[in-house]
């Protein structure tokens, strides 16, 4: 009995999850301001939280970890175009890539295929407005 009711929770955490990914992919696609996109692209690694606390997964404590650090270098760069310094502009299509990522993260939670190569996209993309990742991406050396 404990088996299943174990296997239950894991099911519905997991619904949750992939569901809220695809929220998150959907919010950060229409919405035109930066701010609020970087705003809701938070609740990507609310949702991977919650989900490893209830229900844990290493796969899931990688995604939370890498998706907090991308939301940390996304408000850095925004508090730093906010007080002025404009040396890394934000590219709209940054936030194209990573809503792909979030989308293909989605998948590969709900499909079991493995997550790597979407955190990859995730992690290029959000690096890519930091200072040395902005360089990188200049260079041609960072690709999405």
């Known amino acids: ?3 299943i009711v174990s296997q239950q929770r894991e099911d519905f955490f997991k619904k949750e999850l992939i569901e809220e990914l695809r929220r998150v992919e959907a919010l950060v696609r229409q919405e035109p301001s930066i701010e609020k996109k970087i705003y809701y692209f938070s609740a990507a690694y609310g949702i991977t939280n919650r989900t490893f606390r209830y229900s844990f997964s290493k796969e899931v404590l990688m995604a939370d ?3 907090n650090g991308i939301y940390n270098m996304m408000m850095e760069r925004l508090n730093l175009v906010k007080s002025g310094n404009n040396t890394v502009s934000i590219d709209p299509i940054t936030f194209e890539i990573i809503c792909d990522g979030l989308r293909d993260l989605a998948d590969g939670f709900e499909s079991g295929t ?4 979407s955190l990859q996209t995730i992690t290029a993309a959000g690096y890519s407005m930091t200072g040395p990742g902005n360089y990188l991406r200049e260079k041609g050396d960072l690709k999405f």
């Open 1 to 3: 009995m404990e088996v």
């Open 65 to 67: 970890l890498l998706l």
């Open 114 to 117: 493995g997550i790597f190569e």
